[in-house]
């Protein structure tokens, strides 16, 4: 599983806190709320008191959801199965950014107006990288900085790689490639002399400044 399913499976997770929540709340109030209102007042002077003579210095919970004026959740900070994570959402319920720390990796997402994934950033073992992506989800640039180098890749409505702009120990080299994901063109910078390389579809060289 690539880290942006897991933000995937992250920001539905903290859909299902923020339902399961908003219903444990109305519950909480009913129940509640007859149990304590008559003792409310008293509350408020014993805390008043004690903030002067003691300061909470922890609070621990498993989430906290943060909700704006109108009741509409905004925020939720929680731990799920496969980490921690901050979800931030618009007036309009919609989630536009996810932040989380994964056992692999962290990771932040962000999304467009209809809760789609348009940008992910990622920082795994191999290296950081950073995609942008369409409205229909499909990556079509990214951005990373490997162990073995750093890459430019920009992919068709396919999601296909059909340019990739890379620097290799021996020099920098840009790959075009067809609709299958076939290079078909490959310019390089080495130290001795640049090269420039034509294949067919089948992968086999047609003409090479090489030969």
Partial sequence: MTIEERLENMEREMGR????????????VLIVGSLIAPKVFEAMAVRAQAQG?????QVRARSFILE??????????AVTKDGAGLSLSDENGKTRAVLAAFKDGPGLSMSDENGLYRGAFTVLKEGPSLSLLDENGKTRVQLAEFKVAPRISVHDENGMWRAVLTVLKDGPGLSLSDETGKSR?????FKDAPSLALTDKNGKVIWSTLE
């Fill in 53 to 57: 003579e003691k300061t909470a210095k």
């Fill in 68 to 77: 704006d004026e109108n009741g509409k959740v905004r925020a939720v900070l």
């Fill in 17 to 28: 806190i923020k339902r399961r929540n908003r219903l444990l709340l109305g519950a909480t």
């Fill in 185 to 189: 063109v490959s310019l390089a910078a």
